[in-house]
């Protein structure tokens, strides 16, 4: 895993941020990255952060490196709920040979937010903490606020609907028409029906303490199918365990949960 460097690296802005307007707070800057909040319609909100050339951050399961993101509300009025949500990854290959999920270029974590009382506005506050790495990773910070509008017609509306058109969707693994098995001691194949679209990958999170390495396995149908494998887990634990799987691609991402049993 590629170490966060703490001394010296991060430069948050301390002077001249971008200017805010009713729907978006300023921009927080950081060694490159910069990040803010912006309101869409009643209940909606976002984190946009926009990374420099070259540099990623990352998804709720970093991969071989980096670190997830991390939200804080703490501190923000008349709030009864905000729920971030996380945009399908991509697999990011590492000039180290590692592997990262996360995502480069740009990325807008949308947030449900609830009202205590929904007669009065509600001003979130968000410490932000995130990775961003180059060629090296950097530890990155962002206190954020913003006073969501009542009203009106945000200028973001379609730049949070596109993100949430990119969060995964929940369903079964039988509605994939998926089919897991057993190829061996703690090694199992995931296939999914074929469908139009872009490539598609699988990503897994498992328990603290357990690691679960995926790659595709060619299936000469169409259907597309991973490999699964149990590189990792506590010293005291035992199979079956309960993964969260996330296919991406084809006529878009899903989430899903899988049980991975002992090889019998």
Same mark, same amino acid.
């Given at each position: ?5 703490? @001394? *010296? ?12 307007? $009713? ?6 800057? /950081?060694?490159?990255? =910069?990040?803010?909040?912006? @309101? ?5 909100? /976002?984190?946009?952060? +926009?990374?420099? !050339? ?9 991969? $071989? ?6 939200? $804080? ?36 974590? !949308? ?20 990775? #961003? ?8 910070? @962002? ?19 596109? %993100?949430?058109?990119? #969060?995964?969707? @929940? ?7 998926? %089919? ?8 199992? +194949? ?40 149990? =590189? =990792?887990?506590?010293? $005291?634990?035992?199979? !079956? ?7 991406? *691609?084809?006529? *878009? ?10 090889? !019998?």
């Amino acid at each position: 895993m590629k170490p966060l460097i703490f @001394a *010296g690296a991060i430069a948050l802005a301390g002077a001249a941020p971008a200017a805010a307007d $009713d729907y978006a707070s300023a921009w927080a800057h /950081a060694s490159l990255a =910069q990040a803010r909040l912006i @309101a869409g319609a009643a209940g909606e909100a /976002a984190v946009e952060v +926009r990374l420099a !050339p070259g540099a990623i951050t990352y998804w709720r399961n970093p991969g $071989d490196s980096g670190a997830p993101p991390s939200f $804080d509300f703490a501190g923000s009025q008349n709030l009864a709920r905000a729920e971030p949500r996380f945009p399908a990854p991509q697999r990011i290959a590492e000039p180290d040979g590692s592997e990262a999920f996360g995502y480069d270029g740009a990325v807008v974590f !949308p947030i449900a937010v609830a009202a205590a009382d929904a007669s009065r506005p509600v001003t979130l506050k968000l410490a932000l903490d995130y990775a #961003v790495c180059d060629k090296l990773c950097l530890p990155a910070k @962002a206190a954020l606020s913003l006073t969501l509008p009542q009203g009106g017609a945000s200028p973001y509306l379609e730049t949070i609907a596109t %993100a949430q058109a990119q #969060v995964p969707r @929940a369903v079964e693994a039988s509605a994939l028409g998926g %089919a897991l098995q057993s190829t061996g001691a703690n090694a199992w +194949r995931f296939c999914a029906k074929a469908e139009a679209g872009p490539a598609r990958d699988l990503f897994v999170e498992a328990p603290e303490g357990w690691w679960i390495a995926t790659k595709p396995d060619a299936a000469s149908d169409g259907r597309a199918c991973f490999a699964l494998e149990l =590189q =990792q887990k506590p010293d $005291d634990a035992k199979l !079956p365990v309960a993964i969260r799987a996330t296919l991406t *691609g084809g006529a *878009g991402a899903r989430e899903f949960p899988l049980a991975l049993a002992a090889n !019998p």
